[in-house]
């Protein structure tokens, strides 16, 4: 029986107001964890960027975009992370490819 497993990719921004060691800590994280679960495949750190409109009364975020594969079941506990993490204005998961 084949396993089945997709690319992803996630962006995930970080409040820019925080401590640059928060905002490491925040990153490290979220790479930990993904490491742990599935292949990253590239990690690229956008750094503080101006947001296109205020989320929360910010203006400026931490942008870090990820490509990873692993099972169909990962990005939803990826999100629910998100989504408890003190310090993240907003994230995306997208399916690259899906393979079987």
Request: overall charge negative; aromatic content about 12%.
């Amino acid at each position: 029986m084949t396993k089945i497993v997709n690319k992803y990719e996630t962006i995930f921004v970080v409040d820019a107001a925080l401590e640059q060691e928060q905002i490491d800590a925040v990153v490290e994280k979220f790479k930990s964890l993904i490491e742990a679960n599935a292949q990253i495949d590239n990690i690229d750190v956008w750094g503080k960027k101006r947001l296109a409109y205020e989320i929360n009364y910010k203006t400026e975020g931490y942008y870090v975009l990820v490509e990873f594969t692993s099972e169909p079941s990962f990005p939803a506990e990826l999100e629910r992370v998100y989504g408890i993490t003190e310090g993240i204005l907003r994230s995306l998961i997208i399916v690259k490819e899906h393979y079987e």
